[in-house]
Structures are given as structure tokens and as C-alpha cells.
């Protein structure tokens, strides 16, 4: 069975300081790896995803990811973080035979003055 | 492009009616549309599949005479909730596949449905 794990609940950290939000994933099957972004009362926004290819992704806002397939994981970081990027952050492996997202628990990045 | 509109936005409603959800996909075509719930600090949790012209597929613990899903068109999922109970408040979201995109089936989510049951 698939399963998605982000490895922390909450995330504090001051604006402009860089963030590691974390994400390791299991599957015996081929998957895509997606970060997702949601605001209060909204739905979510994609940031960014791993398709193939390339193992560093990049994507909106300044986020990017790296797919290491060795360790499983598909960590999301951001050099500079706003008081903006204050949200819950969810990972998500897409099964490929049936698009199905599994999501993780998500995480809180809260960013601080 | 790749918008998805749920509505209503926000719903409250009595304990034992029904309420029903939409969701349209504006710009393109969704041969699938997904359904999720989410709880309060919570994830998202997948409900059901759905697919144009043919049955919903639910996930386990998913009672499905209670939560009705209708894909009727390429760009309309509807989701009711039957009889509902105070138990049944969450926030419902959607999300739909283009319909080229097969092979990565990239979702692309609704706003989400605040219901709450009195």
C-alpha cells in the first residue's frame, strides 16, 4: 500500500530565513510527487510536481523540491520565506494506474516577523 | 485555465435534509472527478471517484447511499449528502482530471464546501 509521511506537523520560522518542509513516501508502483499549498477556507493550489526527469523541480513562489528515489522522499524548500507563505502545506503521490492522490497529514509553516 | 468551481461556497443546514454540492470544471473537460472531505487541522481525506456517464467508485467506509455522487456531464460532478447529520460537517472538496492528461492525471481542485449541520 502507498502512504505519504511529512515529518512535521508544525514548522515555525522567521521571515526571510530559508525552510525544509519534509515528505518520504512508500510505493511499489511508479508515482508522481506533488507539493500542494492551502490558505485558510480554500482549496489547494498546486506548487509544484515530479513528473520524471530532472530530480530538482522547481515551482511557484519561489519552492522547489528535490525527488530522491533512494531515500524516498520529496523534501520542498524555499531559500527566503514571506509572511505570505504562511498556510498548510500538503504532500501527495499520485498513483499512476489510477490517478488517486494520497495525501500526508500536511504541515504548518508558520512564518514569523 | 484549469479552473474548477464548487458551489454552493458555504451551506448550513438542518439535521435529516439533504444538501447538494457541485462541482464544474469551467474551462475544460473532467472525465474524472474526485471528491474529498476534510476535517478541522486536518488532511484530506479521498470519498469517492467519479466518472462521466458511469457509476461513482467510493472509497472503504464510504456509505454510499449517503453521500450521492451524479456525473452527469464532462464538466459537472454534483455530491449529495442525504439525510445529514451534525457528524457529516466538513468542508467537501472536488477536484477534476483534464481530460488529455491521462498519463499524469494532474488534479486540479475546487474552492471547497463549508457544511455545516445543525
Known amino acids: 500500500a502507498q502512504s505519504v509521511t511529512q515529518l512535521d506537523s508544525q514548522v515555525p520560522v522567521f521571515e526571510e530565513a530559508p525552510v525544509e518542509l519534509r515528505c518520504n513516501y512508500s510505493s511499489s508502483v511508479s508515482v508522481y510527487l506533488f507539493w500542494y499549498v492551502q490558505y485558510p477556507n480554500q482549496g489547494l493550489q498546486l506548487l509544484l510536481k515530479?513528473?520524471?526527469?530532472?530530480?530538482l523541480v522547481k515551482g511557484i513562489n519561489g519552492f522547489e523540491a528535490e525527488f530522491n528515489k533512494s531515500q524516498t522522499s520529496f523534501h520542498l524548500r524555499k531559500p527566503s520565506v514571506h509572511i505570505s507563505d504562511t498556510a498548510e502545506y500538503f504532500c501527495a503521490v499520485s498513483l499512476s494506474n489510477t490517478g488517486k492522490l494520497i495525501f500526508g497529514q500536511g504541515t504548518t509553516l508558520q512564518v514569523k516577523p | 485555465g484549469a479552473v474548477v468551481s464548487q458551489h454552493p461556497s458555504w451551506v448550513i443546514c438542518k439535521s435529516g435534509t439533504s444538501v447538494k454540492i457541485e462541482c464544474r470544471s469551467l474551462d475544460f473537460q473532467a472525465t474524472t472527478m474526485f471528491w474529498y472531505r476534510q476535517f478541522p487541522k486536518q488532511s484530506l481525506m479521498l470519498m469517492a471517484t467519479s466518472n462521466e456517464g458511469s457509476k461513482a467508485t467510493y472509497e472503504q467506509g464510504v456509505e454510499k447511499d449517503k453521500f450521492l455522487i451524479n456525473h452527469a456531464s464532462l464538466t459537472l460532478s454534483t455530491l449529495t449528502v442525504t439525510s445529514a447529520h451534525p457528524e457529516d460537517s466538513s468542508f467537501y472538496i472536488c477536484?477534476?482530471?483534464?481530460?488529455?492528461?491521462?498519463?499524469?492525471?494532474?488534479?486540479?481542485f475546487g474552492p471547497g464546501t463549508r457544511l455545516t449541520v445543525t
Open positions: 515530479y513528473l520524471s526527469g530532472s530530480t
Open positions: 477536484s477534476a482530471v483534464l481530460v488529455p492528461d491521462r498519463t499524469t492525471y494532474e488534479q486540479y
